[in-house]
C-alpha cells in the first residue's frame, strides 16, 4: 500500500491527508511520475469529502510534490521539484519565518558567515572564468554612481550568489536560498544607510582577486572582514529602529 490511509482524526483533514501522501512520496512509496488515486478514489480511501481531498492536493501542489494533467491520459501525477522550484521554496519558507520573528538579523549573520566561508574554500578551487567575470562585472556595477540603493543591494547579493554557484555542489546553493535568495535583499534595505558603498567593492574586489589566485585563505578572510562589517551595520539598524520606536511611544504617550 503506497499511501497509509489509517490514522485520521476529525480535526485538520486536509491537512492530515497532505501529510500521509507527502510521506508517502518522500519515502519512495510514491514513485516520481506515479499517477495518484482519483478524487473520488481518495475521498472513499480516507473516508472524508471530495473539497477535503482538494484541499490536501492544493497543500501538495503548492509544495510542487504533484502536478495535474487534463486528458484521456490525465490525472493528477507525482512531480519532482527542478532545483531552481526547491530553491524558491525554501527562500519563501525563510521569508516567512524572518516575517514572524522566527529568525533575528544576528541569526541570520551568523548563519550566512559560516555557509558562505564554507563556499569560499570550494569556490578557490572550482570557480570558472565565467564566475570570476560575472564577480568582476558586479563589482563594476557597485561602483557606478548612480546606482540606486535596490540595485546595489541586487547587485550585492548577485556577488554573494556567485561564490555560492562557484563552490560547486547544490545541496549548498538550496541552503544558501534561504539566506541569500529572500533574506538578504530585505536585510541589506534595511541597513543601506548604514553601508559604506565604496569599501564594500572593495571588500568583494579583494575576494574576488583571491578566488582568481585560488587563494581560500585571502578569500576566507576578505569574505570575515566583510560579515564583520555587516554585522556592525545590523546592529546599528537594530539600534536605529529601536530609538524610532521609543520615540514614536514616547510622542504617542503625550498626546494622550
Known amino acids: 500500500m503506497a499511501i497509509d490511509y489509517q490514522g485520521i482524526v476529525a480535526h485538520g483533514l486536509a491537512a492530515q491527508i497532505s501529510d500521509k501522501i507527502r510521506e508517502a512520496i518522500l519515502e519512495g512509496r510514491l514513485k516520481v511520475d506515479e499517477r495518484l488515486p482519483t478524487e473520488d478514489e481518495l475521498a472513499s480511501r480516507f473516508g472524508v469529502s471530495r473539497p477535503t481531498i482538494r484541499e490536501a492536493l492544493k497543500r501538495l501542489a503548492a509544495q510542487n510534490l504533484i502536478r495535474s494533467r487534463r486528458g484521456p491520459t490525465g490525472g493528477t501525477f507525482v ?4 532545483g531552481q522550484e526547491a530553491r524558491v521554496a525554501a527562500a519563501t519558507a525563510a521569508s516567512l519565518l524572518v516575517s514572524l520573528g522566527e529568525f533575528s538579523l544576528q541569526d541570520i549573520a551568523e548563519a550566512r558567515t559560516e555557509l558562505e566561508l564554507v563556499c569560499c574554500r570550494l569556490a578557490a578551487q572550482r570557480r570558472s572564468n565565467a564566475h570570476l567575470a560575472t564577480l568582476a562585472a558586479e563589482i ?13 543591494c541586487a547587485s550585492d547579493v548577485s556577488f554573494h550568489h556567485t561564490i555560492v554557484e562557484a563552490a560547486g555542489n547544490p ?3 538550496y541552503a544558501a536560498a534561504g539566506v541569500l535568495d529572500s533574506l538578504q535583499p530585505a536585510i541589506n534595505l534595511v541597513i543601506f544607510r548604514f553601508r559604506d558603498r565604496a569599501k564594500v567593492a572593495d571588500q568583494h574586489e579583494r575576494l574576488h582577486l583571491a ?3 585560488r587563494d581560500a585563505d585571502s578569500a576566507c578572510r576578505a569574505l570575515t572582514d566583510y560579515m564583520l562589517d555587516l554585522r556592525k551595520q545590523y546592529a546599528q539598524a537594530q539600534e536605529a529602529r529601536a530609538k524610532a520606536n521609543k520615540q514614536k511611544q514616547t510622542r504617542a504617550a503625550r498626546r494622550g
Not at 512531480?79 to 527542478?82: C, D, F, I, K, L
Not at 563594476?140 to 546595489?152: H, N, T, V
Open 79 to 82: 512531480n519532482q521539484p527542478s
Open 140 to 152: 563594476d556595477r557597485q561602483r557606478s554612481k548612480g546606482l540606486s540603493d535596490e540595485d546595489f
Open 171 to 173: 545541496a549548498l546553493e
Open 211 to 213: 578566488l582568481e589566485k
